[in-house]
């Protein structure tokens, strides 16, 4: 390994970036995942760590449903002891890491070994993204990471970012609209304290993708005009990891949500194409 020498090292932690953490799945294509997260990071100025939980690769011959291949327990574990070591409170770094993202776990050991570790780290701020359906999973699996997900990572979290689906798994609702999506808002910060910010996306009716904040005492809808009428990969991702970065670099969850529907609808602008049957979200959108 190459050691090159540096000038001019200062101590003043304002001349560092904000550091941010994404505990998540790797996907292979690019769009989601670890790599959707830690790309999000760099186009706003946050220093990303990524930790990987499992490898997910979609199948070609098989309807392009996941495959899932876990993590080691102790590879995760190790992965957070480097982390917190290098970046956390006790560090001595410049720019403290108090900020992650949970994405994927995809499976209840798996959640368990990533609880142990938040209740030891004092995160500020600790933003889930609760994928409860990786598309493919045995369905009893599902339902058990499903539940170990909301029993153990739900009341770590600060801020909670759920799709529809996720939505309505957690408040119980069903949400066929803007003032049912706002229910599930309220239901799920009454479950976990935590602020939410509601994802409606395409999936409702009508020319705006909605999305609703809530945190116990303001309510606001975001909304944005439909670019196009179909998800695109790494959206949802990207909108967590984009609230995430601004978090990190000390803005309210309300301004981070504002900034995050802004930045991820240029990015759904900005689409990337493949050869797969879904386009994915390009982070460099923006530019």
């Not at 790309?39 to 930790?51: R, W």
């Not at 995809?106 to 409860?132: E, K």
């Not at 801020?159 to 798994?169: D, G, I, K, R």
């Not at 194409?273 to 923006?286: E, K, N, T």
Request: net charge negative; charged share 20%; proline share 5%.
């Amino acid at each position: 390994m190459t050691s090159y020498a540096v000038d001019n090292v200062t101590s003043d932690a304002s001349a560092y970036p904000a550091v941010a953490l994404t505990i998540a799945g790797s996907e292979a294509t690019g769009g989601a995942g670890a790599q959707a997260d830690l790309k999000t990071f760099q186009e706003l100025g946050v220093f990303g760590i990524a930790n990987l939980t499992c490898i997910v690769s979609f199948d070609p011959k098989d309807n392009w449903n996941h495959r899932f291949v876990a993590v080691d327990q102790q590879v995760i574990s190790d992965q957070l002891e480097a982390t917190t070591a290098a970046y956390g409170a006790a560090s001595g770094a410049p720019s403290v890491l108090d900020t992650v993202k949970i994405g994927m776990l995809g499976s209840p050991a798996t959640i368990s070994t990533v609880a142990s570790a938040l209740a030891d780290s004092a995160f500020r701020n600790v933003v889930l993204d609760p994928v409860l359906i990786c598309k493919g999973q045995e369905p009893g699996h599902a339902l058990d990471t499903d539940r170990a997900l909301k029993a153990q990572i739900l009341p770590l979290a600060t801020l909670v970012t759920p799709n529809h689906f996720e939505a309505e798994s957690l408040s119980g609702l069903e949400i066929t609209d803007v003032d049912s999506l706002k229910a599930a808002a309220v239901r799920i910060h009454e479950l976990s304290g935590a602020a939410v910010l509601a994802k409606g996306g395409v999936r409702l009716a009508g020319p705006d993708a909605v999305d609703v904040y809530y945190d116990g005492e303001t309510m606001e809808v975001l909304s944005a005009p439909k670019v196009g009428e179909v998800a695109v990969s790494g959206a949802g991702c990207s909108l967590a990891a984009a609230v995430t970065a601004e978090l990190a670099k000390g803005a309210t969850p309300l301004e981070a949500a504002r900034k995050a529907k802004d930045f991820v609808t240029a990015g759904i602008r900005n689409r990337v194409a493949s050869g797969a049957p879904f386009d994915a979200l390009w982070q460099g959108g923006p530019r």
